[in-house]
C-alpha cells in the first residue's frame, strides 16, 4: 500500500514556490520569475512519473451516415494521457463518441499490439467516450446496435480506430518526465437529475449523506513536465452530453467538447483548434441520471408541467415532455454548460497543489454478466439475468423522447407492442421474465435468434490507479447513486490497510464496452428509462459492486497480476453494413463541381482535414492566414442531400465580436464521387468566396 498515496511534504515547499512566485510577478518583474523556476527545478529534482498526453481528429465521414448525418458543428477528438512510474504504464484516453463499443476497443488493442507489443494492453488501457450524442454510429458488433447504427459502417469505424490509436501515438511519442497534481471542488447550476422519481427510492438514510441527487463534483488533475509547465488537463464530471438535442443533425462534440476546445484555446494560443501541444479532458462519469438540461422538462405545446411519474403530457404523449436549457436554443445551452464545466476546471487547474505521487497499478478483467451470483445479505443470494429491455426504454427520456406510445414507469407490460414482439421476435422466457422482475421486458435480446447475438455477455471491469487517484472505468452509464456505491466500496478496499485515507476515486464511464445503464436495485423498481435499460436485471450493480471491490482488493494486495482473466469477448467477423452505397454524385448542366452560388458539393471522402477555412489576408505578406477550420466553434458546416443526386454544402461563420478587421474570404474542400464505366472515381474539389470585409459593425 505503501506506494500510493499522495505526497505530503514536497507539498508546502511548492505552496510557498509559488507564493513568492506570485508575489515576484505583481512587484519585481519577469526576471525573477525565471530565476525561481530555475530555483524550484533544481531543489526537486527528481519527477515522478514519465508523462505523455496526445490529440487526433477521429471525425468519420460527416454525411450520410446515421445518427447525425448533415455537416459539422464542431470537429471530433480524441485525448490520450499516458503515465509510467518506471515499472508500469497505463494509459487513459477520452474519446468524443457516444461511448466506446466492444468492438471498438478490440480493433484499437489490436492495432496498438501490431505497433508497440504487449506495451499497451487490456488491463492498462482505459477507453472512455465522452457520450457525445452528435457523433457517429455504426462501429457496433451486436445486432440491436447493429439494427440502430443501420449496420456496421466501415469509415465511421476506421476513423473512430486510427483517431485513437493515433492519439496514443501521439502522447507516446511525448513522453517525458514530469509530476501530476489533483485538485477537488464543486460545480453548481449545470446539472439537473432527470429520474428524480427513481432517487427518491433509495434509503432515506442513504440519501440524507448527500446533498444532491446529482454528484456536483469536479476532480482535475494537471500534468506538468519536470519544470513545472503543463502539459495536460483531464477531468471528470458527470453530465449527459446532451445540450445539442435530437432535432441536431450535425456532428458536435457538445457541452464536454466545448469545455475542451476552450481550455485548450487558452493553453494553445494562437493555435488553430484542435492543434497545440496541451491537450484537455473532460470525461464522462456517472451521468445516467443526469441531464444539462437545466431548465428542466415541460409539456412544450401546452406549457404546463409534464406528468411526474410518467414524463408523459395531456396532450401528445411522451414526446411533449421535453426537458431544455438553461440558453434560448440548443447551440447557446451547449456554449453555457460547457462553459460553466471549463470555468471551474480552469479554477481547479489553477489551484492544484496537492501532488499525486505513488505506483500505479491496473486491474483487468472480463466478466460473463449474465452469470454472476451476488451475495445480497449473510443468508441470501441472488443472480443476474440474461441481457433484456423494459418497455420504458422505448420511452426515452426528457432529453429525448421515443416515437411510439411507451411512457416511463411502466411495470406491466402493453398485450398491443408484447404481441407484435411475440410474433415477430419471440416471447421472453418466463424464466427470464421472472428474473428481471418487475420490469416487463419489450426485448428479450439475450433470447433473440440470430448468429450475432443482440447484446455482450461478456463485460470488461477495470480499475487503474495513479498514486491516491483511482480510475474506475464502467462499462455503461451508472446513475448518481450507483456511481456513489460504486465509489464508496472501491474507496474502502484501496484504503484498507493504509494509514491514509486519501484516495479519490472518479467513474469514468461509458468505458470499454456499451450495455446501456446501471441503476440500483432501489431505482430499478421504478422502472424509468435508467431501470428498463439496466439489462441484465434488478442486481447488475449488485454484481458490478462485488466484481469492482475485487479488483480494488487486487490492487491494495499487488496481486493485480494474479487476477483470473475470465472469458475472453467474442470479435465477430462479416458484419453488415446495412447503407446502401453511396451512389455517383450529379451536378447541373452547365457547372462545374465547386462552383460557387450554385454549389452541387457532395461531401464524401473519410477524414478530409478540413471542410472550410476562413481566411484573412495579411495586409504585409500579401497571404492569406487559415484563422478557422470546421473545428472552430463559430463555423457550421451543413450539407443537405437533394433529389437528383444533387447535394448543397453551406458554410456558416458567425463572426464574433473579437474578429480581426479586415478582409476574409472563405473556403470550402471536399470530394465528388463519378461512375467512370463500373468504376467509381473519387476527386477532390474546391470552393472559394469572394473577398469580403468584417468592419467595425459587421451586421449584414
Ligand atoms: C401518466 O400518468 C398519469 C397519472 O399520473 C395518467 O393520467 C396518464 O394517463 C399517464 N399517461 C400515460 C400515457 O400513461
Ligand atoms: C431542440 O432545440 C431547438 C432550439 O435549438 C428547439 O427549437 C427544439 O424544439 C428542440 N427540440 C427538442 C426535441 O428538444
Ligand atoms: C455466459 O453464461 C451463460 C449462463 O451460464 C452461458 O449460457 C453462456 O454460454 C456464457 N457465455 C459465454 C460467452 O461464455
Ligand atoms: C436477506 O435478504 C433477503 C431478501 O431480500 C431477506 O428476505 C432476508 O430477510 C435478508 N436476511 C437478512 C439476515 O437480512
Ligand atoms: C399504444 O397504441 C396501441 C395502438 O394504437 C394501443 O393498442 C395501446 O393500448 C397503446 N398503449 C398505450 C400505453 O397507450
Ligand atoms: C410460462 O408459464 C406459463 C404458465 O406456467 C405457460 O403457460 C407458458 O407457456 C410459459 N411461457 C413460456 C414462454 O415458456
Ligand atoms: C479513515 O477511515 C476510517 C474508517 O472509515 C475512519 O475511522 C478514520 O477516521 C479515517 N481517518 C481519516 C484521517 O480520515
Ligand atoms: C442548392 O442551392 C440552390 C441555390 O441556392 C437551390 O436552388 C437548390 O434548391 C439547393 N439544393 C438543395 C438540395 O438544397
Ligand atoms: C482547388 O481546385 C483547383 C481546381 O481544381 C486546383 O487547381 C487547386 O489545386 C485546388 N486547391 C486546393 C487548395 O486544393
Known amino acids: 500500500m505503501a506506494g500510493r498515496r499522495v505526497a505530503c511534504c514536497g507539498l508546502s515547499f511548492l505552496a510557498v514556490t509559488m507564493i513568492v512566485l506570485f508575489l515576484a510577478i505583481t512587484s519585481v518583474g519577469v526576471a525573477l520569475i525565471t530565476l525561481l523556476a530555475l530555483r524550484n527545478a533544481h531543489s526537486d529534482p527528481d519527477p515522478t512519473y514519465l508523462i505523455g498526453v496526445g490529440r487526433a481528429d477521429c471525425t468519420g465521414p460527416p454525411a450520410d451516415i446515421p445518427l447525425t448525418a448533415a455537416g459539422i458543428h464542431t470537429r471530433l477528438f480524441s485525448r490520450a494521457f499516458i503515465v509510467d512510474d518506471g515499472k508500469r504504464r497505463v494509459v487513459f484516453v477520452t474519446v468524443e463518441v457516444g461511448m466506446v463499443s466492444q468492438r471498438l476497443r478490440l480493433e484499437v488493442l489490436k492495432a496498438l499490439e501490431v505497433k508497440y507489443g504487449p506495451l499497451y494492453r487490456h488491463d492498462n488501457v482505459v477507453l472512455s467516450g465522452t457520450h457525445t450524442h452528435a457523433g457517429p454510429a ?24 486510427d483517431g485513437i490509436v493515433q492519439s496514443v501515438d501521439l502522447a507516446h511519442r511525448s513522453i517525458k518526465p514530469g509530476r501530476i497534481y489533483r485538485s477537488l471542488g464543486t460545480l453548481e447550476d449545470s446539472s439537473l437529475n432527470r429520474s428524480p422519481q427513481s432517487y427518491l427510492n433509495n434509503p432515506q438514510e442513504e440519501r440524507d449523506r448527500y446533498k444532491t441527487n446529482t454528484d456536483k463534483q469536479v476532480v482535475v488533475l494537471r500534468l506538468t513536465d519536470a519544470d ?49 501541444a496541451f491537450v484537455a479532458g473532460f470525461s464522462s462519469s456517472n451521468l445516467g441520471d443526469v441531464s444539462p438540461n437545466t431548465r428542466g422538462p415541460v409539456c412544450v405545446n401546452t406549457g404546463l408541467p409534464c406528468d411526474y411519474l410518467n414524463s408523459s403530457c395531456p396532450v401528445g404523449g411522451t414526446k411533449m415532455c421535453q426537458a431544455s436549457g438553461p440558453g434560448e436554443d440548443m447551440f447557446e445551452s451547449t456554449r453555457i454548460i460547457g462553459h460553466n464545466i471549463y470555468k471551474k476546471a480552469k479554477e481547479l487547474y489553477g489551484k492544484a497543489e496537492e501532488e499525486v505521487t505513488g505506483s500505479l497499478h491496473a486491474a483487468h478483467q472480463w466478466v460473463n454478466m449474465t452469470d454472476v451470483t451476488v451475495q445480497i445479505n449473510s443468508t441470501h443470494t441472488a443472480r443476474t439475468c440474461k441481457p433484456a429491455l423494459g418497455h420504458s426504454f422505448a420511452a426515452g427520456t426528457t432529453d429525448g423522447g421515443g416515437e411510439l406510445n411507451f411512457t416511463q414507469g411502466a411495470v406491466e407490460g402493453d398485450p398491443f407492442w408484447d404481441g407484435i414482439r411475440d410474433a415477430l421476435l419471440g416471447e421472453p422466457s418466463n424464466e427470464t421474465q421472472e428474473c428481471h422482475r418487475p420490469k416487463p421486458i419489450l426485448l428479450s435480446t439475450g433470447e433473440m435468434p440470430g448468429r450475432i447475438p443482440w447484446h455482450p455477455e461478456i463485460v470488461d471491469v477495470q480499475i487503474i490507479t495513479i498514486g491516491s487517484i483511482a480510475v474506475v472505468a ?78 480494488a482488493r487486487a490492487i491494495a494486495q499487488g496481486k493485480e497480476s494474479e487476477l483470473e482473466r475470465g472469458p475472453e469477448p467474442p470479435f465477430f467477423d462479416k458484419l453488415p453494413n446495412l447503407l446502401p452505397a453511396a451512389p455517383a454524385d450529379k451536378k447541373p448542366v452547365n457547372t462545374r463541381f465547386g462552383e460557387v452560388l450554385e454549389q452541387v458539393l457532395p461531401v464524401y471522402r473519410v477524414r478530409d482535414k478540413t471542410f472550410l477555412t476562413v481566411e484573412v489576408l495579411q495586409k504585409t505578406t500579401s497571404s492569406w492566414e487559415v484563422v478557422h477550420t470546421d473545428a472552430s466553434w463559430e463555423t457550421r458546416f451543413h450539407w443537405v442531400k437533394g433529389s437528383y ?14 474578429a480581426q478587421l479586415g478582409s476574409y474570404r472563405i473556403r470550402h474542400f471536399g470530394h465528388y464521387k463519378e461512375m467512370k464505366g463500373f468504376r467509381p472515381v473519387i476527386t477532390a474539389y474546391n470552393g472559394t468566396s469572394a473577398v469580403f470585409t468584417v468592419s467595425q459593425t459587421y451586421y449584414y
Open 138 to 161: 455504426g462501429y457496433f458488433q451486436y445486432t440491436l446496435f447493429i439494427i440502430t447504427s443501420k449496420g456496421y459502417i466501415k469509415p465511421s469505424a476506421q476513423a473512430l480506430v
Open 228 to 276: 513545472g509547465v503543463g502539459v495536460g488537463m483531464l477531468s471528470w464530471f458527470a453530465v449527459h452530453a446532451v445540450s445539442m438535442n435530437s432535432t441536431n443533425r450535425m456532428v458536435s462534440s457538445d457541452n464536454m467538447g466545448y469545455a475542451s476546445y476552450l481550455l485548450e484555446e487558452d493553453q494553445n494560443r494562437g493555435s488553430l483548434p484542435g492543434e497545440g
Open 645 to 658: 443526386r444533387q447535394s448543397n454544402a453551406t458554410v456558416e461563420w458567425r463572426v464574433p465580436p473579437s
Open 474 to 551: 464502467v462499462p455503461g452509464e451508472m446513475t448518481t447513486m450507483s456511481g456513489r456505491r460504486i465509489r464508496e466500496a472501491v474507496k474502502q478496499e484501496l484504503d484498507s490497510g493504509s494509514s491514509l485515507n486519501d484516495t479519490v476515486v472518479v467513474i469514468a464511464g461509458l468505458s470499454n464496452i456499451y450495455t446501456h445503464y446501471i441503476t440500483t436495485y432501489e431505482e430499478y423498481q421504478i422502472q424509468r428509462y435508467e431501470g428498463a435499460s439496466t439489462i441484465y436485471g434488478p442486481h447488475t450493480l449488485g454484481a458490478y459492486l462485488q466484481k469492482f471491490r475485487h479488483l
